[in-house]
Each structure stands twice: as C-alpha cells, then as structure tokens.
C-alpha cells in the first residue's frame, strides 16, 4: 500500500473533496481521509436548489459526483475510518489510524467540518429534512406561504427569522430566555416586523408528525405548562459546533473552536492548510464550503511544489 503522499484531505466532505478534485487533477497524490460517511453535513440535505448551474440535486447525489470526480482525477478517498493520532507539526506530516496503518505527506488540509447544535428533543432526528432545517439560506423558500417556526435568539436566528418572511405566511420565534442575546438592531428589526411573533422563555419538547413535521410540543420554563403547535417546519438556529476538538494545541483556534485561517486557507502550521465548516466564518454554504476547498488545494500545491523545488536544488548541490 502506498502510505506515501504530495497532500492529506482530512474530511470528506464539499470542501474536502473539492480539494482533492483539484490536487490530483494538478498530478499531486492526494489522500482523502474521513472519518464518517463521504459528503459530510451535505448528505443530510434533501433537496439542494442554489447550487450553480444544478437546478436541484439531493445532497447525497452531489457528494458521490463529487467523490466520482475526485476518483477519476486519481485521488485516494478512505471512509468510514478511526484517525487515532496525528503529527502535523513536523516537515512532514503523519496521520495514524486505529488500525496501525500510517499516512505520510508534507501538506495537510484540515476540512473535518461541524455540525449544527441540536436541541435534543424527541423527534429533531426522524424529522430532519422532512421539517426541520439547520439552513434558513438553503430551505428558506421550500416554506413559501407555510407557518415556521425559529428556535434561537441569538444574531443568526432573529435576522434569518426576517429573512424567512420573504417565504412564510408567518414566523413564531421561540427562545428559552426572557431577553435576546443577538444585537438591537436585530431585535429591533425582528420585533417591528408583522410577519414574526415570540414566544419566550420556552423549549420545543418534542417534535411530532408523520411522513413530515405536523406540530411541535412547546413548554414554558417558569410554568410548565405544555402546549401543542401546528407547524409547517422548524429552523433551529442556536449555533454551530466545529469538529476541531482533536486540533486544539496544535493549530490556532478562536473562542468559538473554529480554525483561524489567512486568505489563503493557511493556518498556524506551515503546510497545513483548512477550508470548509470548521474554520472561522459568517456563512456555512455547499458553495462557500467549495470555494475554501479551491483555494486551500491551490496554496497547498503551491506549497508542497515548492519543496520539491528546493529538495531537488539541494540534490543537485
């Protein structure tokens, strides 16, 4: 087995395979290595409608095209795998999995992506895609002239519960404190808007419904008392959590957990790079997320080249 690469992918996701769709193609051998299924957050989609030039395609489609393309350009996708350990610090970097084989190469991109915090409630996982969304940019217009809720107060739920009235008939905020963490102009622009009303100091207890979301159980905090909604779907939109915990210490982080990286997808380390859901960012797109996967494959060819330039100066002298 070739243990031996120009690039490791960490992460098999868009911005992943992205990377690797370009490395190889540019003649670099590329591993992709992911610990879950390929395709990432992306697969957990069921329809996405504003990706360039694709009318509509499921998620999971777009990810094994993607997989396809990579394949085909050379790239080495692993899936479905345990990465024990990890030494990136040095000129080359190390990759260990849990079955003792070990992975070389001089540059690393770090595209292990994230996920949205859930609330944990009864239901949130049968009724994903069918209901419930993590995205009001992605599924905002699925709920034209439907009823919706927005779960979170903080500044990405109440200006995307009025950006959501551009599609719905109306929209109920519910948020499980008696004040807003988000800014006041966002609260301000939210609470003037006749399309949204709040419900407060509340929790959704349980999502209920059939082959798709019909209502949702809400509780007061103070009183407990419980009722019942009606509903057409939910956004749960109370912050995201990146899959970073394993590079804390070795490249830098911000408060949130999220990978800083320069313009160029370099972070801390020489020659390891991030793109994707795990970096430090406003929007979380499939396209943004492709983008930062171009760029990053892009500095790291650029990087791993110029090595070989200079170990072959050093051999000639």
């Not at 243990?3 to 992943?16: H, R």
């Not at 609330?119 to 940019?137: L, R, V």
């Not at 057409?232 to 804390?248: A, Q, S």
Request: hydrophobic letters at 40%; aromatic letters at 8%.
């Amino acid at each position: 087995m070739d243990t031996q690469y120009d690039v490791i992918v960490l992460g098999g996701g868009a911005a992943g395979l992205t990377a690797g769709i370009y490395l190889s193609r540019a003649r670099l051998r590329t591993l992709i290595l992911n610990e879950g299924a390929t395709g990432g957050q992306m697969t957990l989609t069921h329809e996405i409608a504003n990706y360039p030039g694709v009318e509509n395609i499921s998620g999971y489609e777009l990810a094994r095209r993607m997989r396809s393309q990579a394949q085909k350009f050379g790239c080495t996708v692993k899936s479905n795998l345990t990465i024990a350990a990890m030494d990136l610090t040095g000129e080359i970097k190390r990759v260990l999995l849990d079955t003792g084989d070990a992975f070389t190469a001089p540059a690393v991109i770090l595209a292990t992506g994230g996920k949205s915090r859930e609330i944990g409630a009864p239901g949130e996982t049968e009724f994903k895609g069918k209901g419930i969304s993590y995205c009001a940019t992605c599924d905002g217009d699925f709920f034209t002239d439907k009823e919706i809720i927005v779960v979170g107060g903080g500044n990405s739920a109440l200006e995307e519960a009025v950006s959501l009235t551009k599609y719905a008939s109306k929209v109920t905020v519910v948020h499980q404190f008696d004040h807003f963490q988000a800014f006041e102009h966002y609260v301000v622009e939210a609470q003037k808007n006749p399309k949204i009303r709040f419900i407060m100091e509340s929790k959704i207890e349980a999502f209920e419904g059939d082959e798709a979301l019909r209502s949702v159980k809400i509780r007061h905090q103070q009183t407990g008392a419980i009722t019942t909604m009606a509903v057409d779907g939910v956004f749960i939109l109370i912050g995201y959590v990146p899959n970073t915990k394993r590079f804390e210490g070795i490249v830098t982080l911000n408060g949130a957990g999220e990978i800083v990286a320069d313009a160029g997808m370099a972070t801390s380390l020489p020659g390891v790079f991030a793109a994707g859901d795990s970096i430090a960012k406003r929007y979380r797109q499939v396209t943004t997320a492709v983008a930062d996967g171009t760029i990053a494959a892009l500095n790291a060819a650029e990087y791993v080249n110029a090595k070989k330039k200079e170990v072959k100066a050093e051999e000639v002298l």
